[in-house]
């Protein structure tokens, strides 16, 4: 009888500690210098933003992130309802026409956008109210901002993806970006673009 007792308290303590290293794994957001939590996306229907992605004009299904034919993925975690994404909207799409604008960085560098909480209603409107040049993913259960620890918006993750097909996270931050050139200065920096 004792034995059973004992056996069935280290099975408790064992599960404990697993669902405890499951969540403090999804409490925290991707750090610098490790890989981008598993996140599947929804592939576009729009064919321009497929084209964009990379990702082939008759893609169905899914994709990840790491997938996305670029050196750089920059993802922005937003949220329609958050003031301070929808105050750093046009500095975003600043950022996107600096980078198309460019040939050096056209194809290389890619922005993506997630909304957390936003329904694929909530993130078209958000769309065409600031104008967003880039896709932009709903995530209205959260699953994808459970994966990313949670985040508060707007939220900036710099994913850089090497020829093998790896990928590093080489920039995880809250808040919007001082200046649209020294960001992309940075991210050219950080990622090692050429």
Do not use: W
């Not at 003031?83 to 500095?91: H, I, L, S, V």
């Not at 980078?99 to 194809?107: D, V, Y």
Request: charged share 20%; hydrophobic share 40%.
């Amino acid at each position: 009888m004792m034995k059973k007792i004992i056996v069935c308290m280290l099975v408790a303590i064992m599960t404990a500690f697993m669902i405890m290293g499951y969540v403090s794994a999804a409490s925290s957001p991707p750090a610098a210098g490790g890989m981008l939590p598993d996140i599947k996306l929804s592939m576009p229907r729009d064919s321009a933003e497929k084209s964009y992605l990379g990702l082939g004009f008759f893609g169905f299904g899914s994709f990840k992130i790491p997938e996305i034919k670029a050196s750089l993925v920059i993802v922005e975690i937003f949220s329609m309802y958050c003031p301070y994404c929808q105050r750093e909207a046009p500095n975003v799409n600043q950022l996107y026409d600096k980078i198309e604008q460019n040939p050096a960085l056209k194809g290389k560098i890619k922005i993506i956008g997630i909304g957390a909480g936003n329904t694929s209603y909530e993130v078209g409107t958000f769309k065409k109210k600031y104008n967003v040049p880039f896709p932009l993913f709903a995530d209205g259960d959260y699953v994808i901002h459970k994966t990313v620890g949670e985040v508060r918006t707007p939220y900036f993750i710099g994913v850089k993806i090497n020829p093998d097909g790896s990928h590093q996270v080489i920039y995880s931050k809250l808040g919007g970006f001082e200046g649209v050139d020294q960001f992309l200065e940075m991210m050219i920096k950080l990622s090692g673009i050429q």
